[in-house]
């Protein structure tokens, strides 16, 4: 099956992309990068790499090590363009996140919520993770003119995790944990019929990741074929439930 995955030129997060397409792609699925134009080599947030601050709060090992066999691969350098899509010819959508600024180009793109709602309108899956939630919360369904969140249970980054990294960097490295000065929870809430009933934080925690074995950290909610997960603590689950989603849809 093919998965459509669209990122921004540079800054998207290292595990929420290279986590997915590691499980899908050993899986036996095809996943299509997608740049706001096509044959663009993305990059990831390079921080996250080496680690933010002092060493720290970077990527995993693993997933920075699926990150270097995803450059290496030849979809990597074989990006389609957004307005060139055709949401007919994926059977799934995936939406990852990331803080630093480059990630405002695929966040703001009115161009690619085009896309992202034609897909949407088809019913097939589609997952969306910590500010990769942002972009359905921003994507108006053409025959109600609300959001394509609005009568959803979903989760996002939420806004304690999004505070605190930038409390604790801020001095060092100003708001580059401010995406946009609303937080990520506060806007998909607005975007939400009954945010009370309809929004789930999940545990409270601000280290403990789920791992490749280990899913008892990891939240993510599953309403009928959309799933949403909070940060990359939560990729591992996350990418395991979508590609059940993907294997159970109709053909």
Known sequence: MRVLMPLPDRDFDVTEVAVPWRLLTDAGHEVVLATERAGTRPACDPRLLTGVLFGRLGAAPEA????????????FAATAGWSE?????????LLPGGHAPGMRQYLGSAALRRQVGGFWALGRPVGAICHGVLVLARTTDPATGRSLLADRRTTCLPRYMERSAYLATAWRLGRYYRTYPAYVEDEVRAALDAPAGQFARGPRTLSARGTATDDSPAFVVEDGTYLSARWPGDAYLFARRFLALLEAAPR
């Not at 920075?64 to 979809?75: D, K, Q």
């Not at 899509?85 to 959508?93: I, K, M, T, V, W």
């Open 64 to 75: 920075r090590r699926y990150y270097e066999e995803l450059t290496r691969s030849a979809e």
């Open 85 to 93: 899509l055709d949401p007919e010819e994926y059977d799934g959508l």
